[in-house]
């Protein structure tokens, strides 16, 4: 049952963390910690980046002694990725 979870929460915040990626890159509204890597282009008029979010929560755990077996709280961690169209 905990693998379970831990997977459909890993799901849900990779979904989560796509929407955030687009949405920033669509509204050009970043946060610190959003990274970009810049993309050749074949266009001489167009400049593409690539927008990559971080994402992480705790991991909600059915087995309360989990944390202390790790040594640390368990977490998810999942990107988000968007491309950027930008006039340079």
């Known amino acids: 049952m905990q693998l379970a979870l831990t997977s459909h929460s890993r799901n849900i915040e990779a979904l989560s963390a ?44 059915l087995i309360p002694s989990l944390s202390s077996l790790l040594g640390r709280q368990a977490l998810v961690s999942v990107d988000g990725v968007a491309v950027i169209e930008n006039r340079r």
């Open 18 to 61: 796509q929407n955030d990626a687009t949405v920033r890159a669509i509204a050009g509204q970043f946060q610190e910690g959003d990274e970009f890597i810049e993309i050749e282009s074949s266009g001489e008029d167009q400049n593409l980046d690539l927008l990559i979010t971080h994402r992480e929560s705790l991991l909600v755990s």
